[in-house]
């Protein structure tokens, strides 16, 4: 009898070392119509971002809910944490205005 020796499948989250699901990531992408063409790299680098975004701020949540002499972590650790500092509150700050200048449509004369 012959043993059939199978490739193991491995994911690409796996691959990339990630702990966010790059296959979500991709069909979140997928779903928002973002592109008519979308290749494989943009999921796991997005993947990655929104990987090391959230560990820095869950790094500073801790940090903040251990000098306040808690050892759980509450909304108001969150809260605090993004307020001290600058550039998570200004990459966060809930405004309207787009960080991107929008660019003028062209006239249709």
Same mark, same amino acid.
């Given at each position: 009898?012959?043993?059939?020796?199978?490739?193991?499948?491995?994911?690409?989250?796996?691959?990339?070392?990630?702990?966010?699901?790059?296959?979500?990531?991709?069909?979140?992408?997928?779903?928002?119509?973002?592109?008519?063409?979308?290749?494989?790299?943009?999921?796991?680098?997005?993947?990655?971002?929104?990987? $090391?975004? #959230?560990?820095?701020?869950?790094?500073?949540?801790?940090?903040?809910?251990?000098? $306040?002499?808690?050892?759980?972590?509450?909304?108001?650790?969150?809260?605090?944490?993004?307020?001290?500092?600058?550039?998570?509150?200004?990459?966060?700050?809930?405004?309207?205005?787009?960080?991107?200048?929008? #660019?003028?449509?062209?006239?249709?004369?």
């Amino acid at each position: 009898m012959s043993k059939v020796m199978r490739k193991q499948n491995i994911s690409r989250s796996r691959r990339a070392q990630l702990q966010f699901s790059v296959s979500l990531v991709d069909h979140f992408l997928r779903e928002g119509n973002f592109s008519q063409h979308l290749s494989a790299s943009p999921s796991g680098f997005l993947a990655g971002v929104l990987e $090391s975004l #959230t560990s820095n701020i869950l790094d500073l949540t801790s940090k903040e809910a251990h000098s $306040s002499g808690k050892k759980l972590i509450g909304s108001e650790h969150v809260s605090q944490a993004l307020q001290n500092n600058e550039e998570l509150h200004q990459f966060l700050k809930d405004d309207n205005q787009s960080m991107v200048e929008k #660019t003028p449509e062209p006239d249709k004369n």
